[in-house]
């Protein structure tokens, strides 16, 4: 998972939001030279550990109490949205989508690494039958949901979307994306 941070967050550009910034493992991968680096985080148990990982970084950031939800940025004043294992995790990922789309400037962009719905049907129907208990062992995540397609709705323009496999965790947590997805110019 490391290299795949690597390059999907070596494409940040200027003020830079994370969602669900977690403990931080992103921060070693962002380049230098973002203009603003911010790291939301709704769990107050979370935001410390991420605060005490950022003391440690090479890399200066702001950490927020905020949900991917309700966003405390204007319209159109983010160059590039963060979302790491998050869209897969909230209650409900369209208004989280259509926050990304009302925070980002017209080319900004959405660089997301998540857990998707299998596109085999046997793997399908098990990530279906599963998601209940997986859901609350971890902390929330939807096994089954189809991510990408979900992406293809909100009004972001998809580009470069890579499907990948997770070697090494549960087969109904193995299939993801990794991509870009840019806000239409006005």
């Known amino acids: 998972m490391g290299a795949r941070r ?7 550009r200027g003020r830079t939001v994370e969602l669900g910034s977690g403990t931080g493992l992103n921060l070693g991968y962002y380049p230098d030279g973002l203009d603003e680096l911010i790291l939301t985080e709704p769990e107050a148990a979370m935001r410390t550990r991420l605060t005490r990982r950022l003391r440690s970084s090479r890399h200066r950031a702001r950490v927020l109490d905020a949900p991917a939800e309700q966003l405390p940025f204007a319209d159109g004043t983010v160059d590039t949205v963060v979302s790491t294992l998050v869209l897969c995790t909230v209650d409900d990922p369209d208004p989280v989508l259509r926050e990304i789309g009302r925070v980002l400037r017209p080319g900004g962009r959405l660089l997301f690494l998540e857990h998707v719905r ?7 129907r098990w990530q279906d039958r599963l998601a209940g208990p997986w859901r609350r062992f971890a902390e929330g995540c939807h096994c089954n ?6 992406i293809r709705t909100s009004g972001l323009n998809l ?9 090494g965790m549960p087969p109904i947590v193995r299939p993801l994306i990794t991509g870009v997805a840019v806000k239409r110019d006005i």
Do not use: G, K, Y
């Not at 690597?6 to 940040?12: E, F, K």
């Not at 949901?145 to 979900?150: A, S």
């Open 6 to 12: 690597r390059d999907l967050l070596s494409r940040a």
């Open 118 to 124: 299998s596109a085999s049907p046997r793997l399908s």
């Open 145 to 150: 949901r189809d991510t990408l397609e979900l």
């Open 159 to 167: 580009e470069d979307v890579q499907e990948m496999s997770w070697r």
